[in-house]
Nanobody, 127 residues
Framework: QVQLVESGGGLVQAGGSLRLSCAAS????????MGWFRQAPGKEREFVAA????????DHADSVKGRFTISRDNAKNTLYLQMNNLKPEDTAVYFC????????????????????WGQGTQVTVSS
């Protein structure tokens, strides 16, 4: 199995940028398709972005397209989420998640498809 630890969250003004990282340890990181999800107070956890095992295929929620970019460095066992032009509605706890994927080009957008989760990192965007 894999252990996931997020970092990089914080307080930022609207229009600012943050880069989240998710460090993986344990089993080979490249075995997992990865995703980012977020959960705001009083709301359900929602999909933000996903990436295939080999990093070739990515997907982003409509609400973040053009502003957020998911990427991964398998040599460093790390997943990233670059967040630009942040908005107050992006305020949430952000979680990274891993799915043991058979195919290296697959990606997944439903939280129920992910077996492994980090503890989350808080992102707060002030107006």
């Amino acid at each position: 199995q894999v252990q996931l630890v997020e970092s990089g969250g914080g307080l930022v003004q609207a229009g600012g940028s943050l880069r989240l990282s998710c460090a993986a340890s344990g089993r080979t990181f490249s075995s997992y398709a990865m995703g980012w999800f977020r959960q705001a107070p009083g709301k359900e956890r929602e999909f933000v972005a996903a990436i295939s095992r080999n990093g070739v295929n990515t997907d982003h929620a409509d609400s973040v397209k053009g502003r957020f970019t998911i990427s991964r460095d398998n040599a460093k066992n790390t997943l990233y989420l670059q967040m630009n032009n942040l908005k107050p509605e992006d305020t949430a706890v952000y979680f990274c998640a891993g799915h043991t994927a058979l195919y290296e080009r697959s990606w997944f957008v439903r939280s129920t498809e992910y077996e492994y989760w980090g503890q989350g990192t808080q992102v707060t965007v002030s107006s």
